[in-house]
C-alpha cells in the first residue's frame, strides 16, 4: 500500500494539487487527507477510486499495474532447489475489461449517489 500512497502523493504534486485542495475535493479536512498521505489512515478502495478522478488517473496507474511483470519462484526441497520462472505478459490488457467495467460501475453509483441527494434535498426543501 506504501507505494500506491508514494504514486499518489507523487501525481499529486506533479499536478500542483495542496492537501487543502485534495482534502476539500474528497470532502474531507486537510489533516484527514494528509494522514491518508502519512498511511495514519487506511486509503479504502472507494477513496482509491475518487482520489484517481480528482488526479485525473486511471486506478491501474495509481496501483502501477504492469504489462510485463516477472514472477520467479524458488521452491527448495531434499537440498534441491527447483527455479520456476514464469512470465505475464499482458496482464494489464488482460483484466483492462474487467477494470473498466469496475470503473463504470462505481461511476454509476457515484451517479445514482448524487442523484438520490438532490430528491433527498428537494424532499426536505418541500417539508420546511
Request: glycine share 2%; aromatic share 6%; charged share 30%.
Amino acid at each position: 500500500m506504501k507505494q500506491v500512497v508514494e504514486r499518489i502523493k507523487s501525481i499529486r504534486k506533479e499536478k500542483g494539487y495542496s492537501h487543502e485542495y485534495m482534502g476539500t475535493m474528497l470532502d474531507i479536512s486537510q489533516v484527514a487527507y494528509s494522514n491518508i498521505e502519512k498511511q495514519e489512515t487506511k486509503l479504502t478502495v472507494e477513496r482509491l477510486f475518487q482520489i484517481a478522478e480528482i488526479l485525473e488517473t486511471p486506478v491501474s496507474d495509481l496501483l502501477e499495474a504492469s504489462p510485463n511483470n516477472v514472477y520467479n519462484q524458488t521452491y527448495n526441497h531434499d537440498n534441491v532447489t527447483l527455479i520456476a520462472h514464469q512470465e505475464v505478459e499482458n496482464l494489464f490488457q488482460d483484466n483492462k475489461d474487467k477494470t473498466e467495467k469496475i470503473e463504470e460501475l462505481y461511476m454509476a453509483l457515484l451517479k445514482e449517489k448524487d442523484e438520490t441527494i438532490t430528491v433527498l434535498k428537494s424532499i426536505v426543501a418541500r417539508k420546511v
